[in-house]
């Protein structure tokens, strides 16, 4: 394990303790998997310490159960005993394929849905943990993240809300903008970037790329996203493109101002593979229109990345655009809900994030620094390197 000794000068800040939501089961199992195998493997000269009962175990998961009444209301339940525990609680805001009954009739979960169950856990813990995480990949509510008229300011009011019910870090991965935080100043809050696997995925999945200023080039779809991109372009030694989107600001259509044109600012895209890198795929309509203008300038392979693949419209122009050649594949993480359709497109590549996961967990558990986590250059850099060696 790569990050495995440095955890061992330090003692635990409590019994680790893993709740992973209905929303989270699936990539739970996985983070649990690992800090079992990791933690029975690791040796060290403290097992007989008391600070030490309870580090190596079958499971870390926690069971709770999160029911509901026939009118659509429901209950957090904590099945075992979590006092003194170092929680971590996982959940998927944008998990839509769980259902429930309300007077019978069948509903979907919807974010609101999922931000009020993890308050129903967290509130059941009922100041009984030692210290509460909240690992919230897709941030509640991250694209009403700012104030423009007389509107709502639900991210920051829910950041606020969980600070105030006891929550002492929140982990988000991406966020639409991270100066959300601003909001509880005082607390821990951390966005991600799963920069180093994407770069492992697509490395992993292609075997003829040349990663180069000549061959290759990153682009921002938007000018909200160009940090990641410029920070993707400097670790890869690439160029750097972006587009800016022209709004039609005199009309809203589905919350927003629908747009006009993509204009497009950088060098010559003619002959090169393109990375376009963004926080989230939602409709999809943006990203195509990106690949479209990008091909027109003649562009070589369009590979999109996002951290969130929502495909809130279907995969059907997805689909679509692959087969005309605008887009050579599709890059996401786990982090939110995949449809098994989804997993089985061909041009799909699904990009594991339960590994880092873990590895963030076990770090924090035993009060380490996460700091080389977060800015993953080195490693970036190792891999292109082993890349073009052995390609």
């Known amino acids: 394990m790569q990050h495995d000794e440095r955890n061992l000068e330090t003692i635990p800040a409590g019994a680790l303790g893993l709740i992973a939501l209905n929303s989270c089961k699936e990539i739970g199992e996985a983070v649990d998997k690992y800090l079992v ?31 509901r009444f026939g009118t659509g209301e429901a209950k957090g339940t904590i099945l075992q005993s979590i006092r003194g525990y170092d929680l971590y609680i996982l959940v998927d805001v944008t998990n839509y394929s769980l259902t429930y009954t309300v007077n019978g009739y069948p509903n979907h979960m919807s974010p609101d849905d999922h931000y009020q169950d993890l308050k129903r856990i967290i509130a059941a813990a009922g100041g009984k943990a030692r210290r509460i995480t909240v690992i919230m990949p897709f941030l509640y509510e991250s694209r009403q993240h700012k ?135 939602s409709s999809g309509d943006s990203m195509i229109d990106v690949a479209t203008e990008l091909k027109k300038r003649k562009a070589r392979r369009i590979f999109v990345m996002a951290t969130f693949g929502l495909f809130t419209n279907g995969l059907e122009k997805f689909d679509k655009a692959v087969e005309e050649g605008l887009i050579y594949r599709v890059i996401t993480t786990n982090l939110t809900y995949q449809t098994p359709e989804l ?49």
């Open 37 to 67: 195998r990791w933690r029975y493997t690791r040796e060290h000269e403290h097992e007989d310490n008391i600070a030490f009962k309870g580090y190596q175990r079958d499971t870390y998961t926690i069971e709770v159960s999160t029911p």
């Open 147 to 281: 104030r423009s008229g007389r509107e709502s300011l639900d991210c920051a009011l829910a950041l606020q809300e969980l600070v105030s019910m006891g929550v002492d870090n929140i982990i988000t991965f991406d966020a639409h903008d991270p100066r959300v935080q601003n909001a509880i100043p005082l607390h821990g809050f951390e966005t991600v970037q799963p920069s180093y696997q994407f770069i492992k995925s697509i490395l992993g999945s292609i075997d003829d790329l040349k990663i180069d200023s000549d061959h290759m080039m990153v682009i921002s779809p938007d000018e909200g996203g160009t940090n990641r991109a410029i920070y993707l372009a400097n670790v890869l030694g690439l160029d750097m493109g972006m587009f800016y989107k022209r709004r039609d600001y005199s009309q809203i259509i589905d919350g927003r101002n629908p747009i006009v044109a993509h204009e497009f600012l950088g060098s010559s895209v003619e002959g090169k593979d393109v990375f376009i890198i963004d926080d989230m795929i």
């Open 343 to 391: 997993l089985s497109k061909p041009y799909y590549i699904n990009c594991d994030m339960s590994k880092y996961i873990a590895y963030i967990i076990d770090t924090l558990n035993h009060d380490t620094s996460i700091s080389d986590l977060l800015d993953p250059y080195d490693r970036i850099e190792t891999l292109v390197k082993k890349y073009k060696e052995t390609h």
